[in-house]
């Protein structure tokens, strides 16, 4: 059942959570990120007009390094979302319209 938020720190953790979703969005952050702060209230309210589709992973840069490392994440902040265990969206910075396609194009896929 779509809707459950959980932070993930190893590949492993990823790769065995991703046996039990089929759309999930991928928020990777830092607490020390400027732009990733900028753009959390914007992420929250994307969340929750859309969590009734999609669980939501979040990876903190220094506590999910192994996670970063596995998906070759190139900056912070990072969505990254997947349906049917494929990558269909991602957007990388704290560009607002950017962020706001990603939600737009991640729901429309989502229910394609």
Same mark, same amino acid.
């Given at each position: ?49 859309? @969590?009734?589709?999609?669980?939501? *992973? &979040?990876?903190?840069?220094?506590? %999910? ?8 994440? !190139? ?9 049917? @265990?494929?990558?269909?969206?991602? *957007? &990388?910075?704290?560009?607002?319209? %950017? ?8 729901? !429309?896929?989502?229910?394609?």
């Amino acid at each position: 059942m779509p809707g459950r938020i959980v932070h993930l720190k190893k590949r492993q953790e990823l790769k065995e959570f991703t046996k039990t979703s089929n759309a999930f969005i991928i928020d990777f952050t830092a607490t020390w990120c400027g732009p990733c702060k900028d753009i959390k209230p914007l992420v929250d309210i994307a969340w929750d007009q859309l @969590k009734h589709y999609f669980d939501m *992973v &979040i990876v903190d840069a220094d506590e %999910g390094s192994d996670i970063c490392s596995f998906l070759k994440v !190139k900056g912070f902040p990072t969505l990254v979302s997947f349906v049917n @265990k494929e990558m269909v969206e991602s *957007v &990388i910075g704290a560009d607002i319209v %950017g962020v706001k396609h990603f939600f737009n194009a991640s729901y !429309k896929r989502v229910l394609s």
